[in-house]
């Protein structure tokens, strides 16, 4: 069976293949900025989605002539629809006091990278910005953990207790990162490179993966709706280096 050698060799990427993944963390960064703009009262989720999804495509056609053009998405979501990461875009419109789910999906010539971001229109309220802040700090330790010698077990559970002691743990439903690189309708990322309590496998210089845990808040709950952040990061031979640039966090996030 060649699926499981096939799946390590992917895991470590050459570098063509980090300077590629690299370009398309900067042009999602391009496509949340993009996101970040269109975002007023009463627009549409699908609009606001369409102005993200067109500066990427442009981007990559203009850094990546040659490329093959395909794939390329966004997921916007506002109030309740952001809770589940990837809701399909409605054409909902956007009101002040909801909670906001950007994410981006750059894919050149079959390979992709992403930016997640939690936003609010207008003031947020007290519960929502503890929650908020809760999984910011989540993100951050999360980052701080990721280097070579550490399983990507290990690196669950220690997000898990951060979870446990703040009574959220409850409110998170999946891995906290994954492999980046190929992607596509018919073949997928590397299965034994997620960050679940599940895969034992030990990070290494060349490992590229993203860091982002989500909380989801019920229903009828103070602070209700999905809360993500998530940056790529490159394993190096010191750490790792983050690639994503688009800031995080309520200093930024808040739309005024």
Not at 55 to 60: P, S
Not at 130 to 153: D, F, T, V, Y
Not at 163 to 191: I, N, P, T
Request: proline content about 5%.
């Amino acid at each position: 069976d060649l699926a499981p050698a096939s799946m390590r060799q992917r895991m470590l990427k050459s570098e063509a293949e980090i300077a590629l993944i690299r370009a398309g963390a900067e042009i999602a960064d391009i496509g949340g900025y993009a996101i970040r703009a269109a975002i007023k009262d009463q627009a549409r989720e699908l609009d606001i989605a369409m102005a993200g999804r067109d500066a990427m495509e442009l981007a990559i056609a203009e850094r990546f002539p040659k490329a093959e053009y395909r794939d390329t998405w966004v997921w916007f979501q506002s109030g309740l629809n952001t809770d589940g990461a990837h809701n399909p875009v409605t054409a909902r419109k956007v009101q002040p006091g909801d909670i906001l789910s950007l994410n981006t999906f750059p894919m050149i010539s079959a390979y992709y990278t992403a930016l997640e971001r939690t936003l609010f229109l207008g003031e947020v309220d007290p519960a929502s910005l503890k929650i908020w802040q809760a999984n910011i700090e989540a993100h951050e330790l999360g980052i701080g953990l990721l280097k070579p010698g550490m399983r990507c077990s290990q690196i669950t559970g220690r997000i898990n207790q951060f979870f446990e002691e703040q009574g959220l743990l409850q409110y998170r439903s999946f891995g906290y990162g994954h492999s980046f690189g190929v992607l596509s309708h018919y073949y997928g990322r590397e299965a034994g490179l997620e960050l679940r309590e599940d895969i034992d496998t030990v990070l290494a210089p060349g490992m590229v993966i993203s860091m982002e845990p989500m909380l989801t808040i019920p229903d009828g709950q103070a602070g209700a709706g999905g809360y993500r952040e998530h940056d790529i990061l490159v394993i190096t031979e010191e750490g790792a280096e983050n690639i994503t640039e688009y800031p995080y966090g309520p200093a930024f996030n808040v739309i005024a």
